[in-house]
């Protein structure tokens, strides 16, 4: 069974940084990739970013490229978003989502989220 926990969020001050982690478990995910999503209150889900599995490239979406970077630990099957400068609009859910070939547009497993709340 492949399970994706996210942790690492929490209540922080503006211009603060922070570090989320998704463990990976049950399976591997060699030539796919793993994104991260936001969810704010009352808006849609958002795209982050993602990395390719195997060459570690990664993509950060235009609305946060800057402060936004996300790396991987192969052999903690474990993906990780860090966030610089923090600011009262990055407060949201925080999910993570891997998928079995990154040219798939679809994310096959999804986390249960952690939320992540920058108070000014």
């Known amino acids: 069974q492949v399970q994706l926990v996210e942790s690492g969020g929490g209540l922080v001050q503006a211009g603060d940084s922070l570090r989320l982690s998704c463990a990976a478990s049950?399976?591997?995910?060699?030539?796919?990739?793993m994104g991260w999503f936001r969810q704010a209150p009352g808006k849609e889900r958002e795209f982050v970013g993602f990395?390719?599995?195997?060459?570690?490239?990664?993509y950060i979406g235009n609305s946060v490229k800057g402060r936004f970077t996300i790396s991987r630990d192969s052999a903690k099957n474990t993906v990780y978003l860090q966030i610089d400068s923090l600011k009262p609009e990055d407060t949201a859910v925080y999910y993570c989502?891997?998928?079995?070939?990154?040219?798939?547009?679809?994310?096959?497993?999804w986390g249960q989220g952690t939320q992540v709340t920058v108070s000014s």
């Open positions: 989502a891997a998928k079995t070939r990154y040219t798939s547009s679809d994310y096959d497993y």
């Open positions: 990395i390719r599995w195997t060459s570690g490239i990664t």
């Open positions: 049950g399976r591997t995910f060699s030539g796919g990739a």
